[in-house]
């Protein structure tokens, strides 16, 4: 099956709210129409011909410290996995850090689950970049709905307002397709 690619800012239909607020600062972003069935990262890439190491997952982290819990996104290649408790952890100078519940990452985004973008976050939210990505000169990520992805140069993710690029993942394991 074959993704058309068109300028995001003109389908902002199909985009969640938040991402089609946001994306017009984007530059070079795109966005294809998928099936919302095949929206996790596995299934899209296996039936749209996208390879993992072109494709990025976008995690929600809860940092806490002292009472005060703060959220975050992290941004890896789905080849990798974000270091939540070394790296992240440290970065948000926190006691501990886990991934955000579904229901409070979808609350706070305004974003579907298995959508979830770094595009169109709360303005006070840290994106931290793995460096892989942003040295990527383009890469799938969500849009913030099941129904469609985001194709974004990594550049312009490292320089969306909040981010912060470091090394920030670990190689996972292969995965069979």
């Known amino acids: 099956m074959t993704l058309h690619w068109v300028p995001a800012a003109e389908r902002p239909d ?43 997952n976008c995690v929600v982290v809860a940092a806490r410290r002292g009472g005060e819990t703060r959220h975050a996104a992290c941004l890896v290649l789905a080849t990798m996995r974000a270091d939540v408790n070394g790296v992240v952890r440290r970065r948000l100078e926190a ?21 979830i973008t770094p595009v169109g976050l709360p303005e006070h939210w840290l994106v931290l970049v793995d460096a892989h990505v942003a040295e ?21 993710l490292a320089a969306l307002k909040t981010a912060d690029v470091l090394s920030l993942a670990i190689q996972d394991e292969p995965k069979p397709i």
């Open 136 to 156: 990527h000169p383009r890469v799938v990520i969500g849009s913030g709905v099941r129904g469609s992805k985001l194709r974004v140069p990594g550049a312009a």
């Open 95 to 115: 006691r501990k850090a886990s991934f955000a519940p579904m229901a409070e990452a979808v609350e706070l985004t305004g974003m579907e689950y298995g959508g």
């Open 14 to 56: 199909l985009l969640a709210a938040p991402v089609a607020r946001a994306v017009r600062e984007v530059e070079g972003a795109e966005v294809a129409e998928i099936d919302p069935e095949l929206a996790d990262t596995a299934a899209f890439c296996e039936r749209y011909g996208v390879r993992l190491d072109e494709s990025a």
